[in-house]
């Protein structure tokens, strides 16, 4: 009996790594990174991408020396997971440096009155605590709002149809939406151009917020239907079931359910547009000063403001290009997490 | 016996026919007319595009393509207008193909690291990471390629051309290497990266658990089950990502308009610093334009219109086609 006991087998894992083949590989990166630090000190291997050369190359020979004993199949599994990690880091490492750089930059040039004044009495060159994207931003937020009150409705029609009325031309629609969404941003602005800006014959907030909305609208619609299949169709059975007939089964059963969805949908076809700038070179221009009329000629937005400065180049006129850059990829990063918070509350 | 009978008698289900009355036969019309909106869009985008420039492809046909000027007239006809796009129309897709040569590789790698190989913590991070990187706006790449990658890519294009310099695409005339197609390229490969990444990690996610499990209890190892299952299911989720990443390459102007020197010759040596896009020509001559010049760049316009619905439309189709099958 105490034998049977005894030899219980106790549930191991075998295909997970063990503490000393963990110690094992954390060393042996240890002292790749060593050997290689001297090998880019000894040879002319200049900056991180060279010691990044380097240190994979050092690794893949740790890697060889390591499973030099064991079977062609793991020798090829520990090489190919060499080598995926070193594609992963490189892919990802451009981004994580434009985020450092655009925080780290964007600081140093960002000043409070950043922020709310405009550039009508300052010129680029100026000290960083004159002058601002105030003008800017209201116009930035001034298209898009225009933009977002075109789009909403659109989308959610585009959506109701693809998942409520459900068509004839369902499959049509999707993929017109769908290869919409690659249409270049610069051949939207010029689309406005030719049509808007030379029949109204000016250049103006509005035009710029009609060339968002065609980048907008495929955002939108695609999520406005992601979203509104996920309403279970037990509601819409339900609301059949009560003698609703289809047009208030979908705007007062289905719709109303989505509600914080469609939020998520706007604030991503807002987050796909506020950085757009070659539409705005054709449409909306630029100007120095504050301009709320939408039909005022042209206007200042976020992101031609920073391709101004940028053509400048002058040392404070790139600063505040950075600012301006760290201000547009808060606004991103702010509209990315609030969509996230909402739409998390949906599923709940 | 008795079983048989007792399913048969199993009532088969009603046939159900949907009667609209007029309130829903109201709503579907709107609803249809909003649908459409899309679709009618993009007809007027390429009509408009084409009426208004019409002109020019009456004029020039298809010299507009293959000719390798932009000239602006002198207005007294001494000088005539000289407009056509084909070192724009090379370069185009130039820049295109060393971005998407590079970043598929990296998409590749970086979509398998998040799905099999990240911890959950860091493929948590990532995936979040990923969406973000994905809606940074293509100015703040050009700008950060200016500021930064220059430097690196100017060190890359002086070895390549020093150890490699007997192969005729890497060949330069003037060793300046800044703002050339390739370093471009480089930075327009790294916008790309996170869409292909994104589509194809969410290919990959979907491959069937139990055909993994599968290959594991056979005795493969991580590769193996890769290379055997999940590459195999995600093929075509993967191309189509490549063409989205075509396409967005196809029609980036800011990037390229801060990263390449524009210059009107046809140029494929990929380190040389002259080049440009369609997109980018657009936005350079645009200030400046006379009339005529301007319905030469809504011309650039449409052609770059269509290639990238073609390119988009193939893309849409694929994607399509993956995503509907599971």
Redesign the interface.
């Known amino acids: 009996m105490t034998e049977t006991s005894a030899v219980t087998p106790q549930p191991t894992m075998p295909w997970q790594a063990t503490t000393r083949k963990k110690v094992a590989t954390l060393m042996s990166l240890v002292i790749s990174a060593v050997v290689s630090f001297v090998i880019v000190l000894v040879t002319g291997l200049a900056g991180v991408d060279g010691f990044a050369l380097t240190f994979f190359g050092v690794s893949f020979l740790a890697v060889a020396i390591r499973t030099f004993r064991l079977d062609s199949k793991k020798r090829k599994d520990a090489f190919v997971t060499v080598a995926i990690i070193a594609t992963a880091v490189l892919a990802f490492s451009p981004w994580m440096s434009i985020f450092g750089s655009v925080i780290i930059k964007g600081l140093r040039g960002l000043r409070p009155n950043f922020l709310y004044e405009t550039m009508q009495t300052t010129t680029p060159d100026d000290e960083l605590s004159l002058g601002g994207a105030g003008h800017a931003i209201v116009g930035s937020a001034i298209m898009v709002v225009i933009a977002t009150a075109i789009t909403l409705p659109l989308g959610i029609l585009s959506g109701v149809y693809l998942t409520e009325v459900r068509g004839r031309l369902t499959f049509l629609v999707r993929f017109v939406v769908q290869s919409m969404s690659g249409v270049p941003s610069i051949v939207a602005g010029l689309f406005i151009y030719t049509t808007f800006v030379n029949f109204t014959n000016a250049f103006s907030g509005m035009a710029g917020a009609l060339a968002l909305a065609i980048l907008m609208l495929p955002t939108v619609a695609r999520t406005a239907e992601e979203v509104l299949k996920l309403v279970p169709d037990d509601l819409r059975s339900a609301s059949y079931a009560l003698g609703a007939r289809q047009w208030r089964t979908s705007l007062m059963v289905v719709l109303p359910t989505v509600r914080s969805g469609l939020t998520t949908a706007s604030i991503l076809g807002v987050a796909r547009v506020i950085g757009e700038t070659a539409p705005l070179l054709l449409t909306s221009l630029s100007k120095d000063s504050f301009v709320f009329n939408p039909f005022g000629g042209p206007t200042g937005s976020l992101p031609t403001y920073v391709f101004g400065l940028l053509q400048i180049g002058t040392e404070n006129a790139i600063n505040r290009a950075w600012a301006g850059a760290l201000v547009l990829m808060l606004i991103v990063f702010i509209l990315f997490s609030s969509a996230r918070l909402i739409g998390g509350k949906d599923k709940r | 016996m008795s079983s048989v009978s007792a399913t048969a008698q199993t009532p088969e289900p009603r046939e159900l026919s949907i009667i609209?009355?007029r309130?829903?036969r109201?709503?579907?019309r709107?609803?249809?007319?909003?649908?459409?909106?899309?679709?009618i869009?993009?007809g007027?985008?390429g009509m408009?595009?084409f009426v208004?420039s019409a002109q020019i492809f009456n004029d020039r046909g298809l010299k507009f393509l293959t000719g390798a000027n932009w000239t602006a007239g002198s207005g007294d006809g001494v000088i005539p207008d000289d407009f056509s796009i084909g070192p724009m129309l090379t370069g185009t897709i130039l820049v295109a193909f060393i971005a998407l040569l590079i970043a598929m590789?990296?998409?590749?790698?970086?979509a398998?690291?998040?799905e099999f190989?990240a911890a959950k913590g860091v493929r948590k991070v990532?995936t979040t990471?990923l969406?973000?990187?994905a809606?940074?706006?293509?100015?703040?790449?050009?700008?950060?390629g200016?500021?930064?990658?220059t430097e690196?890519g100017e060190?890359?294009s002086t070895l390549l051309n020093s150890r490699l310099g007997w192969v005729p695409f890497i060949k330069v005339q003037n060793e300046l290497f800044g703002r050339s197609p390739f370093v471009a390229g480089c930075v327009l490969a790294?916008l790309i990266?996170?869409i292909i990444?994104s589509v194809s990690r969410e290919v990959f996610s979907r491959t069937p658990r139990d055909l993994i499990d599968t290959c594991?209890a056979l005795g493969g190892?991580?590769?193996?089950a890769?290379r055997t299952v999940v590459l195999p299911f995600g093929k075509s989720g993967v191309i189509g990502g490549a063409m989205?990443g075509l396409?967005?390459a196809?029609?980036?102007?800011?990037a390229v308009y801060?990263l390449l020197n524009l210059v009107f010759r046809y140029n494929f040596r990929i380190l040389e610093s002259e080049g440009g896009n369609i997109?980018s020509l657009?936005?350079t001559k645009?200030g400046e334009a006379t009339e005529y010049e301007l319905k030469a760049?809504?011309a650039a316009?449409f052609v770059?219109?269509l290639l990238?619905?073609v390119?988009?439309?193939v893309?849409?189709?694929i994607?399509?086609r993956s995503t509907v099958r599971k």
């Open positions: 609209y009355n309130a829903d109201v709503f579907r709107i609803v249809t007319t909003g649908a459409l909106t899309s679709l869009l993009l007027l985008i408009f595009l208004r590789p990296l998409a590749i790698g970086g398998l690291y998040i190989y990532l990471l969406d973000l990187a809606a940074i706006p293509s100015l703040i790449f050009g700008l950060w200016v500021a930064i990658f690196f060190r890359w790294s990266v996170p990444t594991y190892s991580r590769w193996g890769i989205l396409g967005r196809l029609g980036e102007t800011v801060l997109a657009i936005a645009f760049l809504v316009g770059l219109f990238t619905l390119v988009n439309m893309a849409a189709s994607v399509q």
